[in-house]
């Protein structure tokens, strides 16, 4: 009986752990690919949202002279800062033309995206611990020869964790969870909505939207990871079983 009830117990742990690393591969992947911006810029509307609202700017000029080229270089640079404590995002410089230098963020877009940096330098320090744990884990399946789960069983430790997130997402809709993750997280006096034409950061992410795509690539490339290394534990466990 006892062992009945820990199964469950060992299986959430074990799904938990393997979702964080998988999302953790995911997140190197793609930052890797500085996020698919470049696919992003020009399938979900991001040109046109510049093109529309970049000469309405109240602090920058200009903006949407810049070309696709130029644009994916400056998001490169966003993303290296906020994953280095957020250096260099007061030296992020976009050309309208030639000669011309205009620094693209202004004072309360660096206090936001300092607070992404710390933000992401957390999870930064915790993706070893979290390795380790999982590291040990499996060795504690494997060595101990405890069954690893099968996808029922790890879609039913799963399953408040999916059916949560799709009725907040269905109820309320993705802007309003997105607003309020940042409502939660980030400190109450420093500013994290910015209309377009207010600032670049966000038209040119076309905030919130691009944001949903990055997550749902991230979650698609986590649960293919998740299967590929699940699946190689179940053979490396039946091996191991033979001999």
Known sequence: MFKKSVLPL???????????????????VLFSADFLYGFWHDNIGIAETIAETGPQNR????????????????????????????HGLQDIYYSPKANVKIPLLHHAEIVHLQDVSNLITLTQKLEPY???????????FIFRSWPLPNYKQLLAVNSVLLVGVA???????????FYAAHRW????????????????MSMMMKAPDLFLYI?????????????LIHAGLHFIQKKMAAT
């Open 10 to 28: 060992k299986n959430l742990v074990y799904s938990t752990l393997s979702l964080i690393l998988c999302l953790y591969l995911s997140w190197h």
């Open 59 to 86: 602090y920058r000029s200009g903006f949407e002279n810049t070309d696709r080229a130029q644009r994916i270089a400056i998001f490169q640079q966003i993303c290296q800062a906020v994953t280095q404590q957020g």
């Open 130 to 140: 979290m390795l380790a744990l999982w590291l040990g884990l499996v060795a504690l």
């Open 167 to 177: 009725i907040a997402i269905i109820s309320v809709g993705w802007v309003e969870v």
């Open 185 to 200: 997280i980030f400190p109450d006096d420093h500013q994290w909505f910015f209309f377009y034409q207010e600032s670049l």
């Open 215 to 227: 997550g749902i690539s991230m979650g698609l490339l986590a649960a293919a990871f998740f299967g």
